[in-house]
């Protein structure tokens, strides 16, 4: 039956959610249910263990999972948890409907509350899958809860490959501030794992990596998190086959990976996982997925890395330089990379963060070091991990004026492309309208800048933006003859906010090029030429 309250008419057999100025939403099975149950006991306080054992009745994750709905639900319904109007939180007691009904549907709601709570409690039938993955020679055992949409169990699904993947920052549930580093590094380290499906035979899966999902979401114009109607859409919109929305809570000195594979076609499969150390067991993590994304596909059940064991400590460091690397800057981040790559000596991708930090920090010797003791051996093992320090190496090339730069510049970007690599295929093709900008070769810039734009657009993160308005504006004053379109006073403009974010970056090289350009724009006064000539040498 329909319930009726405010502006809203909620169907709790469709489970739809309507309201009278805005689009009706369908919310997910257990949100319907708890909204139903909530609104049907609205005479009383329903502690969490009442929420628990009637909708939540399998599964060690469940205590996460109803704080998750309660969240959505809020979301859908534009509640404030601090000055709520429909859902009211008691401290230590659980939670309340505080929003009257009509008074029709409260008459009815109060006769037929005998038969609804046996509805209630048989409303979502659930599926438990034990999945052990083999390590070396040992056996670790992985608890993964998986949930399935019974609407969407027919045979047209049984074998549906995805063929892309978008992974959203992950959602820090363990309440400790510390351990922040599980948002966008954690996230960031499974994506590039993920990227890397096809050296365990599987097919190659085309990854958007977080930073790119974050720039998705804004330019959506969308809160996160978000609901996970509003993540079909913005599937459908990108042409993204599926979405891993995940959190991570603590339980029993146990990390919990509680994650949902939310898929353009409908379909939702969600579990949870727990290690000891999530960073860790990435890799395994990444073949549990797969096995999922790709049901149709043969796995092999070897790690990536062959017979090697992460250390615990080692990963969760590289974790955190890489969540420091995109939020604090390179100065933070290569404390974390030099302290995992000290405990792990062997670790390729460690090096390369490294290598990547020191870059950033103009430290250009230290940078091609690090890079080239990354041994071919490993690099041929690893398409992303080839694809990634050929760029690197290729961007120090541009940086220095190299005579081999255009060599070493399509080599990057062969091997970005072969990759699979949106977030590498950008950064190459913008290095290539880069070159292309210094030979004043107009037609092929603007053909490599749309190539890397349809990858990767424009956003509201800073590195991005930087890049962008730094492209835009530099060089000032070359071809002026060649490209008439060229406006000096609105690239002082792009150089003087790009140089401003570089220096909240710390990105050392980009400051020092932003300053150059700037000397080079004779729209600006000779002083202030001058200073920022002399700045740049100092860099």
Known sequence: MPYQFEQYSFDSLSGVLSHAEKPAQAL?????????????????????????????QHGDY??????????ELRLALNDNAKQP??????????????????????????????????????????????LFIGLDDGLIQSELFMQEDATKQSSEYKNTDSNSLLVLPFINATDDPTMVWLE????????????????????????????????????????????????????????I?????????????????????????????????SYPSLPAAAQSITQQLLYLLRPGQTRKEQPINGNQIDDPIATQALAQGMQALQEAGPISAQKYFQASLTIQENSPWTRAWLARSR????????????????????????????????????ELAYRRGDDQLQSLVDNATKKAEQAVDPKQMAQNYRLQA?????????????????????????????????????????????????????????????????LNFYQQLNNQPMIAASQLAIAQNYTLDLSSREQALKQALIL
């Open 241 to 273: 086959d599926s979405a891993l929305f995940a959190s991570v809570r603590l339980h029993n000195d146990q990390q919990v990976f509680d994650f949902k594979l939310i898929h353009a076609d409908g379909r939702t499969q969600q579990g949870s996982i």
């Open 62 to 71: 469940r205590e996460n999972s109803l704080t998750q709905s309660i969240r």
């Open 184 to 239: 966008l590094g954690l996230s960031d380290m499974l994506a590039i794992d993920l990227q890397r499906s096809k050296q365990l035979n599987y097919s190659q899966l085309k990854v958007t990596p977080p930073a790119l999902a974050n720039t998705l979401l804004l330019n959506a114009e969308l809160e996160w998190p978000t609901l996970p109607v509003h993540i079909r859409s913005l599937l459908r919109d990108q042409n």
């Open 434 to 498: 880069s070159i292309a900008w210094n030979a004043m070769d107009w037609e092929s810039h603007n053909e490599w800048m749309i190539k890397a734009e349809q990858l990767f657009p424009p956003s509201n993160d800073l590195t991005l933006e930087a890049d962008k308005l730094f492209y835009l504006g530099n060089p000032s004053n070359e071809g002026l003859e060649k490209n008439p379109q060229n406006d000096l006073l609105l690239n002082q403009t792009r150089l003087q906010k790009a």
């Open 359 to 394: 870059y950033a920090l103009g430290k250009w010797e230290q940078a091609e070091k690090l890079f080239n003791d990354i041994s071919p051996v490993q690099r041929q093992a690893d398409i992303s991990l080839d694809a990634f320090v050929a760029y690197w190496l290729a």
């Open 28 to 56: 997910r099975h257990k949100v319907a249910g708890l909204l139903q149950y909530l609104i049907e006991h609205q005479d009383r306080i329903i502690s969490k263990e009442e929420l628990l054992e009637t909708l939540w």
């Open 85 to 130: 109007n429909y859902i009211k939180t008691y401290p230590q007691r659980g939670y309340q409907w505080v929003c009257p009904l009509n008074e029709s549907q409260a008459k009815e709601n109060i006769q037929q509350k005998p038969s609804r709570l046996t509805t209630a409690k048989l409303i979502i039938p659930l599926m438990a899958l034990i």
